[in-house]
């Protein structure tokens, strides 16, 4: 039966060239030749009687055979490591390695602060993270290059588990001696006076940025257009101007007073959340919920997501409460 000699190697070359589209890339990430990454697709294909991939000019895109086998083996491939990995919890504290996958501002600062943090108590416990573009974090989670992903999020993804969501306002970032860092929210008539950062168009707070000065028949000119937040944040920093982010990308430079934020107060600005994506239908490793749950208390630790203004009435009704 064909279903016997589906074997370990071929399915797991196979997947490879699934998920990286291209037989040199499959071939580099398992560190094999690419003639023998092509041999086992091609007995693959034998087996089945089928074609699995559509060879195109930019590379193989899965057919629709192709497809139902990718989905099978890599359920397989991930049960594995979830076998594997609970095996190792038997031994002892919390052990094993988590895959977060994140837009690049969560990147910077909240992240590695969350795995530090985590790490105090299970220091045991070992983590990839990558940062990508909006866009491609739920693929990386289809994939299953990633146990975790971290954005924001506008629309749902078919084949994802949203194990979290928040809404996501977008806040205009200063230094505290800038001529708005006395305003608690902004709108973008007053911030457009003012040298502005702004993250690349593919991203989520770009385009409702981008929508709301359209709405407004505003035309901002920025002074420099960069993919990486911590860019943005150090034009900031050095007196360049202004630039836009969420609230939790620049949560500790705020809890640090480098930074002031203002809420921009415009109709759609709060048309996206931050979304904690896994694989629908996966049984996850313990390590991977253990961190999850972790996640996501620190993205609503008390007053997390409020914006500063409302944290700050917030802790002076506390104070006037305990007197």
């Known amino acids: 039966m064909p279903s016997r000699r589906l ?20 071939a580099a990430r398992l560190s094999v030749s690419i003639s023998a990454v092509s041999r086992q697709v091609a007995a693959l294909e034998t087996l089945l009687g089928v074609p699995l991939f559509e060879r195109r000019p930019r590379g193989m895109v899965p057919s629709a055979a192709g497809e139902l086998l990718a989905a099978h083996a890599l359920r397989g491939a991930l049960e594995a490591e979830r076998v594997l990995s609970d095996i190792q919890a038997l031994q002892g504290p919390l052990r094993g390695r988590v895959r977060i996958v994140s837009s690049s501002g ?24 990558h940062a990508v573009g909006p866009t491609q974090v739920s693929d990386a989670v289809l994939l299953g290059d990633a146990d975790i992903g971290l ?7 078919r084949g994802i588990r949203v194990e979290h969501r928040q809404p996501a306002s977008v806040f205009a970032i200063m230094r505290p001696d800038h001529a708005l860092a006395g305003s608690r929210s902004v709108t973008l008539a007053q ?15 770009r385009q409702l940025f981008d929508v709301g000065c359209s709405n407004r028949g505003l035309v901002f000119e920025p002074v420099l257009v960069s993919n990486r937040f911590e860019a943005l944040a150090n034009f900031v920093l050095n007196g360049g101007g202004l630039a836009i982010a969420g609230e939790i990308t620049v949560r500790e430079r705020l809890r ?45 630790e008390a007053g997390g997501a409020r914006p500063p203004a409302k944290r700050a009435r917030a802790a002076r009704r506390g104070r006037r409460r305990s007197g």
């Not at 074997?7 to 499959?26: C, I, N």
């Not at 911030?191 to 707070?205: Q, R, Y």
């Open 256 to 300: 640090r007073g480098e930074l002031h934020a203002a809420e921009i107060r415009e109709p759609g600005m709060r048309g996206r959340a931050v979304e904690l994506h896994t694989l629908a239908d996966r049984t996850l490793p313990e390590v991977v919920r253990s961190f999850l749950a972790f996640l996501r208390a620190q993205l609503t």
């Open 151 to 157: 954005t924001y999020s506008r629309a749902a993804v």
């Open 106 to 129: 969560f990147a910077s600062e909240f992240l590695p602060r969350a795995i530090a943090t985590f790490r105090v108590q299970y220091p045991g416990v070992q983590f990839l993270l």
């Open 191 to 205: 911030m457009h006076p003012f040298p502005i950062a702004l993250s690349s168009a593919d991203n989520t707070v």
């Open 7 to 26: 074997q370990e190697t071929s399915l797991r070359y196979f997947l490879e060239v699934a998920r990286s589209g291209s037989l040199t890339e499959a």
